[in-house]
Every structure is written in structure tokens, then in C-alpha cells.
């Protein structure tokens, strides 16, 4: 069949597209019977969830038209889209943000929806509170996941000493850091990357010392001294040469292949569980996965099983639903499951998890371990983040530890400026 | 005169006259608005209004999310009395125009004499040459540089050598902002096509003239060629200048969106770029908008009050 368009027809058609456009009206096609997802990630991780859309339009027959874009372009997509109206019905949603798009109602609570649509009775209930905003359900957490250290194994072997394990303590860093030096690999490769501006390290540090980033309301968990403390502490390791120098961390700008583990030039670097599988595919040397050093031995509690990301449902959505349902089939189909592995975290229902570890390939087997077996390194989960977060982390966590790291700034001068600095951003916001 | 006095001797014709004056700029002139009116709806709804629109946010505290609320001046006050990255950022940008755009402009005009002495293959040497202003604000050659000033990258190479280590330029405080002030002077082509044209204008018998009197080459460049180019100069410095102000792209690349190592090149645009796409703050970014566009235009006036000081304009 052909159709053809004549030059009047089309006037008149895009005349009329122009319109609707310009009354904020939707074209009625695109309303339809089909639900709009969007999410932030790579080509690989399209692939996987179009992978269930497909099957979800087998199984009942919906379409799902989903767009994705990378995290940074992600949330002014996002943010514009909730301004205008023309949120998605189903939106990926991250710990960072949840508090806030929940509370101007940009997504939409689930809780009349659970034991209807939502079939959550096997979820585990740690990664459903971590969806949860004032007791309400507002985002359906894909998978947990915790931060984690990744090693380059055979930097280890070159070097002729053991890799270290989840017992490894700041300590051991110093002493690692002189056999590397020593032993001089790979045009003088450090043992570690400098953590000093990685907010998860910061944070992770902070909770062995029972303090913690954020308090419940949404205030600094954290004083002066210990910020003092964090600089000097990686101060010494920077001036023992331990560490890779500010120079080089700095070419870091977050890409994947930026960063000094792949660049060649420290042989740890701390990291996320779920990342594993995205620097091993880019890496020569085998990869182990460890959890971030220890205060002293023994002690831990600073890790937790995050809800690496989660599945919200719009708050202007027409049709949620049909989103809850597709939320649930997302989570619970054991086709869906093995298309998605460990991708977006470990599954958080656990027959899902042993549909899914006979399939897994060897890293992400290793991911899936890690997170299972914390043990000790296990802490409570942390209350969401305040909004601000996102800026104190980006404009001083980043910048002061680079600032230390080039000799701008003393430890003592920046961890006064980080404490007033991030008082001053959380006042504002 | 006549006609003035014999319309005021005779009022009732001219009550007459209006409609059809009207109805004459209707029948001759509708047509040209009609033909400019697919334009006309662009400046409106695409310029004018985002801007008169920004200019209300830029008053306000808007996240995106909720609707804006009206907070008066206090944006601009912030500005100037409590935003230190404010000032980082002026101070990046006002670096970067002072050094970039003199040294764009004396490389472009440097460049356009050495190809205006009649040399064979011209345009092939001009388009050679113009073809890094084509290519310059992309994100790839942004992304090439990052390689060729990266640590292990080409320049450190060719230092190598010459037995000289050299730092990762890019990542280094010190450096990193003149790697982007190079990319801008690499980007020297539209101002050395206009620099081209404007010393072709100048008559070839004043040089003569000038050596039969004796005058050194260097004479003749400060005597004859700058004066008469003047006029392409203050064109050139008022758009490069302006170019300059506005620069975003490499930056946001070679630094990842960050501005760092530790905020050298925070330039005033990524600035307002981060405010207002990473941490949301449209009603501030827009107050830094109007602000920017308040410094581009208090220098354009700056240059043309002081123009008719120092360009020459062939009278």
C-alpha cells in the first residue's frame, strides 16, 4: 500500500500539528493505549530493558516506548518534562532525587496499588523502605547494589604481594602503597586512585566512625575535625606518593575511561558493585572486587545495600495503573529477569535472584557474591539525601579535595570551608 | 513647506486622507510582512519571548519543578555580595578574553599578510586555513584536545624529544586554561578572511610611494597597513570579543562539565550552565544571563565610544 500526501494535505496536517502544539494539546496517536518510560543509561542497558518492553507488548499487548539518555543530560530532560506537563508515566528515579520529585508530587505514591497491580509480598523489605518517602511508596527499588573497590589482580602479582581483601584497613594502604613503589610497575602505577573527593568514600569513612553524611533531617551528620581528618589522612598518602598524584587524578573527569584504574596508573580503585562488569569490558587485567578499607581492623558498618536505582510512576500519569503494572512484570517475570541480570543491581525479590545467578557470567557473579556476603562491612541504610546533595558534592567535595591535592589549600582550610560551605548550600535550598 | 500650509489650510482632506494611507501601507506593505512572518513568529516566540521570559525568572526562585516565586532583586544582590564562584568564574572569563582574543586577532592578521603577497594556490591555502574555525567549537575537536595536552598525549611527546617532561596540561591548574585560549587562536580563520578582504582594499600605489621614500617594511605596516585595516580591526575585535564571552563548548568538554582542576576553567557560561541544568537555580542562571549580557554590551559601547579615537575610516 501507498499513500500519498499531496503538498495541500501536508500543509494542512502540519498546520494542524502546529496548533495542537501551540494549544498544549497531545496528538491523539501518541496517548493511544501505549505508557512512556524513561531512563538514564548507556546503549547496553537500552538494549536489555527494550528486551522486556518487547515481551511485556507479547505477553499483554501494551506498548512501552522508552527513551534514554546519559546521567547528566538525564535529569534537565526529566526536570524540563515535569515542568511542562509531559512527564512519562514511568520515570527512573534515583536515591539522589527521590525526596525531592516525591514531595512536589512529580511521582505518584504506589501504596494503593500494592497487593493489586504491585505483587511486592517477596521483595525484600530493605530495598522497600528505600523507596519509601514519608511511609508512602514512591519508587520500586531494580536491584541493590553497595560501593565497592576494584582491583587489578595481576598489578598485584607483578608486585609480588597478596591482593588485598574485605579485611584491608586505611593502614594497609600505606604499606601496599611502598611495595608498589618499590617494586616500581607499569611506569610507577599507584596502589590506589586518590579517593579524597569520591562522595561515597567520604561517606563510607564517616559511618565506620558512626557519623554519617546527612542526618534524617536532612542535616551535615558530620563536623570539622572529621573533615580535617579526612584531608590530612589522604594528605599523607598523597605526600608519601602512595596515592596517584593530583596532576594525574585530575584527567579523571567521570567517564569510564578517564578514570586511573583504566588509564593504567593505580591499581585500586573504589568504585560500585554493579560497575564491575562496564571497566572489565574495557580492561585487560582481571578485575577483583573487594569492599572500601577499613577504619581499623575489624571495624565496619559502613557500607549498605543502596537501591542502585528505581522505577516511579508520574505524578500527572493518566494511566498508573497500567505503570504499576508493567512495574511489576519488570520485577517479577522470570523471562524479564533473565534478560536483565545484574545489570541495573542484584534483584531485591528472591526468587527472582535464583532465576537469575545460573545465567550470570563469571563478573557479574562476582558482584552478585560481594553483595551478598558483606557480613561485617553491612551497615543500616542511611536516610535519602537532602536535595542539595547533588551541589554540595559537585561544588565543594570535588573541588576542595582537588584544591588540597594541588597544594591551593591546607587540610585545615578545606575542611572549614566544606563544613561551612555545604551549611551555606543546604541553607539556601 | 508649501505642501505643510496647504494641508493646514485644508484639515478636512486630511481626516480623509488617513484611511487610505492606511489602507495604502496595507495594500504595499502587508505582503512584505506576510513573506517575513515565518521569521517574524521565530524572533518572537524563540527570542524575544524566552528572553522577556528569563527576564521575570531572573526575579524569581524557580526549580523546574514548582512554580517560580517572586524574590525581588535578591539574586543580583547575592551575586555580587555572597557568590565567590561568581567571581571565579568573572575572573576565567575575563582572563580568557583578554588573553584569547588579542592574540586570535594578531596570529589571524599575521596569517592574512603572509597570504596576501600573491602567493600561487590561494584559496586552496585559504580554505586550509579556515577550516579549523569550521571545525573548532565542535565536540570533537574538544575531545582531541584533551589528547593532544593530556599527560601522555602529543605535546608531551614532542617535548620528550627534547628530553623535557612535561605536565598534563590539561589537568593542571596552572596550564589548563591556556590549552583552551590556544584552541581559541587555533580557531583564527573568519577574522583572517575579513583581515584578507580588508588589505586588499588598500591601493598598492601607497606602498610604492612609501619605498620610493625610503620607508622600512616595518614602517610601512605601522604607517600605511594598521591605519587603513582599522576599521576591519574594531570589527573583528567587537565579534571575537563577543565570541569570547560566550564561549562554552570546550570548556564543557575538556573539563568534563566540572570547570576543574580545581575551578580554572570555570568559565562564566559553564557557571550559568550549572546553576541552572546540574543543581536547578533557573531563577539565579537567568539573573547570571541578563548580567552577562549587561558585560558583553557595556564593552561593545566601551570599544565603539573609544572607536572614533583610533579607527580611521577612509573620509
Known sequence: MTTRIDRRQFLMGTSALVAAGAAGVMPAWAQADSLRLIFWGGQARADLTYGVTDLYKAAKGTDVEGEFLAWNDYWPKLATQTAGGNAPDIIQMDYRYIVEYAKRNAIAPLDEFVGGALQLADFDADQLEGGKVDGKLYGISLGANSVASLVNLPAFEEVGIEAPTNAWTYDDIMTMGEAFNSANIRGGMKVISDGSYTEPMLDNWLRQRGKALYTADGKLGYDEDDAIEWYTLWSKLRDAGVCVSAEDQAIDTGAVETTMLVQGKSAIMPSNSNQLVGYQAIMQDTLGMIGYPRIAPGAGGGHYRKPSMFFSVGGSSAKKEAAAEFLNFFISDPEAAKILGVERGVPCIAATRDIVAPTLDSQSQIALNFVANLGDLLGALPPSPPAAAGEIDASLIRTLGQEVGFGAKTPEEAGRELISGANDILSRA | ?315
Not at chain 2, 29 to 39: E, N, Q, R, T
Not at chain 2, 112 to 137: Q, W
Not at chain 2, 152 to 173: E, R
Not at chain 2, 273 to 282: K, S, V
Open chain 2, 1 to 315: 513647506m508649501t505642501t505643510r500650509s496647504l494641508e493646514s489650510a485644508a484639515p478636512t482632506r486630511e481626516r480623509v486622507a488617513t484611511p487610505t494611507v492606511w489602507s495604502r501601507i496595507w495594500q504595499n506593505d502587508a505582503p512584505g510582512y506576510l513573506f517575513l512572518l515565518p521569521w517574524l513568529i521565530g524572533f518572537l516566540g524563540l527570542t524575544i519571548g524566552p528572553m522577556v521570559t528569563s527576564l521575570y525568572l531572573s526575579f524569581t526562585d524557580f526549580d523546574l519543578l514548582t512554580s517560580p516565586d517572586w524574590v525581588g532583586a535578591s539574586n543580583y544582590m547575592r551575586m555580587f555580595t555572597n557568590d565567590p564562584k561568581f567571581w571565579a568564574s568573572m575572573r576565567v572569563t575575563m582572563f580568557f578574553v583578554i588573553f584569547s582574543v588579542p592574540l586570535k586577532l594578531a596570529f589571524a592578521l599575521m596569517v592574512a599578510m603572509l597570504l596576501n603577497r600573491g602567493i600561487r594556490g590561494l584559496p586552496l591555502y585559504r580554505a586550509l586555513f579556515y577550516l579549523p574555525s569550521l571545525l573548532g567549537a565542535s565536540v570533537a575537536i574538544a575531545i582531541l584536545w584533551r589528547q593532544i595536552f593530556a599527560g601522555d598525549g602529543l605535546v608531551n611527546k614532542l617535548l620528550a624529544v627534547f628530553d623535557i617532561a612535561g605536565p598534563s596540561w590539561i589537568s593542571n591548574p596552572k596550564t589548563s586554561l591556556w590549552t583552551l585560549i590556544i584552541l581559541s587562536i587555533w580557531q583564527f580563520g573568519s577574522p583572517m578572511i575579513i583581515f584578507l578582504a580588508g588589505l586588499r582594499q588598500i591601493p598598492q600605489d601607497m606602498y610604492e610611494a612609501a619605498s620610493l621614500d625610503g620607508a622600512s617594511r616595518w614602517r610601512q605596516f605601522v604607517k600605511i597597513t594598521l591605519p587603513l585595516l582599522t576599521p576591519v580591526v574594531f570589527f573583528n575585535a567587537i565579534i571575537q570579543t563577543i565570541e569570547a564571552f560566550k564561549s562554552f563548548t570546550p570548556a564543557f568538554i575538556i573539563s568534563g562539565g566540572t570547570g576543574n582542576p580545581i575551578n580554572s576553567t570555570l568559565f562564566y557560561t559553564l557557571y550559568l550552565y550549572q546553576e541552572a541544568f546540574a543543581f536547578f537555580r533557573m531563577g539565579y542562571a537567568s539573573a547570571l544571563a541578563w548580567v552577562l549580557l549587561a558585560l558583553v554590551g557595556i564593552f561593545t559601547a566601551i570599544s565603539f565610544l573609544s572607536s572614533k579615537y583610533w579607527v580611521h575610516y577612509d573620509e
